[in-house]
């Protein structure tokens, strides 16, 4: 079962715009991962921010984590058509020892 | 090297068949997993293994049978499948299994299986 639920599910912008896409989920986490996926591909992992975190940056990323409201948010900056791709975000339930999935936003970088 | 490596990339096979997909890392993770991915769709865990002992199986049909022979290889038998169980199936290791805070999962490329 879903713990995350994605928004949107599907995203078009023009190179150089900002990407962004939310995030909720339903119970404590211990942490919450992003992930990209391209077509058909294996996942790559992007950024894990802990449940006492509230704001993460890696390279052209800032992920923000809002536990009050269950919910995370993703920001691509500057973006690329090579950000084509599906972006998953995945959570960690508190005690527990699954990741589980959320939707996922399926994101198209237009040149 | 991060890198998880899964064969067959592809695999069609009918339903009497039995064939069996492989992973393996060698990143020295102690914990491994099975993810199936349906087209458009998040992954969904159906198995993991820690210290190379099934610790989750998530009410996975038996026609699927997973193993793990040392602690960086791990198999999925697949024996009498659907063609509902067509499906992209991912691999993914970790240091520690995901109860310990900050674990990050790499996984493979997949293998798509096709069943007719």
């Known amino acids: 079962s879903q713990q995350g639920e994605e928004d949107p599910q599907a995203l078009s912008i023009q190179e150089g715009e900002n990407a962004t896409m939310n995030c909720s989920y339903k119970t404590s986490i211990n942490n919450l991962q992003w992930y990209r996926q391209n077509s058909g591909r294996g996942l790559v992992h992007l950024i894990l921010i802990r449940s006492n975190e509230r704001e993460k940056h890696s390279g052209r990323l800032r992920v923000t984590l809002d536990t009050s409201k269950k919910s995370s948010s993703l920001l691509i900056t500057a973006s690329r058509a090579a950000d084509t791709a599906s972006y998953f975000c995945a959570t960690v339930k508190a005690a527990g020892n699954k990741l589980t999935f959320g939707g996922g936003t399926r994101v198209l970088v237009k040149p | 090297d991060t890198e998880v490596t899964q064969t067959p990339k592809h695999l069609v096979m009918g339903m009497t068949n039995k064939k069996s997909l492989k992973c393996e890392q060698h990143m020295g993770h102690r914990a491994m997993y099975w993810y199936k991915q349906k087209a458009k769709k998040p992954p969904e865990l159906m198995f993991v293994y820690s210290y190379e002992k099934l610790s989750i199986n998530e009410s996975v049909p038996s026609r699927f049978s997973p193993e793990c022979p040392n602690s960086s290889l791990l198999n999925l038998h697949l024996h009498a499948l659907q063609p509902e169980d067509s499906a992209l199936y991912l691999c993914?290791?970790?240091?520690?299994?995901?109860?310990?805070?900050?674990?990050?999962?790499?996984f493979g490329e997949g293998s798509w299986l096709t069943v007719v």
């Open positions: 993914a290791s970790s240091q520690l299994d995901m109860g310990f805070a900050g674990n990050t999962i790499y």
